[in-house]
């Protein structure tokens, strides 16, 4: 999947591009801005790969993604059940690329690699059914008496019930 940095003759190639990169800045990358899309992940194997409630990915062409450096840094995992492959940063442990057998043409770089904008927001929601029931779902948060820049939820505030699959 990495590509060289620099394009082949004759492809198009975006004015502006978004760049990023690893925890440890071993590995660095770049697209073409506006991505196709960007969306949160809120699959099982998503929430574990990235050690997080949920993943929020930034989807792009292959074609408009770039390595910029650090390629041999990059660790692949092959999910042959699930159809995937997950690529992370070997010395430092941060997911990099996620691409999907369904989606053959896209590669999804998590939003948050990134430090400038993408061109998209992230307004798109999958695999709501296996959403973690302990995310926080936006409800309102109070300050926890004693202990300053704490918020919580107070015991007894309703969760909103959990959404149907959108997509
Ligand atoms: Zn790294």
Request: net charge positive; glycine share 8%; charged share 25%.
């Amino acid at each position: 999947m990495p590509r060289p940095a620099n394009p082949a003759p004759g492809e198009k190639r975006s004015a502006v591009q978004a760049k990023g990169a690893c925890v440890c800045g071993a590995v660095s990358f770049e697209i073409d801005v506006p991505a196709v899309w960007a969306w949160h992940d809120h699959s099982q194997r998503s929430r574990r790969a990235h050690g997080a409630a949920y993943a929020t990915y930034v989807g792009s062409w292959k074609s408009r993604f770039r390595m910029l450096d650090g390629e041999e840094h990059v660790t692949r995992y092959e999910d042959a059940e699930a159809g995937t492959v997950r690529s992370f940063c070997a010395r430092c442990g941060t997911p990099l690329f996620y691409e999907r057998a369904r989606s053959p043409k896209i590669v999804n770089i998590p939003r948050a690699n990134f430090a400038t904008r993408t061109g998209r927001e992230a307004r798109y929601h999958m695999h709501l059914p296996e959403l973690a029931d302990w995310t926080w779902q936006g409800e309102k948060l109070v300050p926890l008496k004693g202990y300053p820049g704490v918020m919580w939820v107070p015991p007894g505030r309703r969760r909103k019930p959990p959404p149907e699959d959108v997509i």
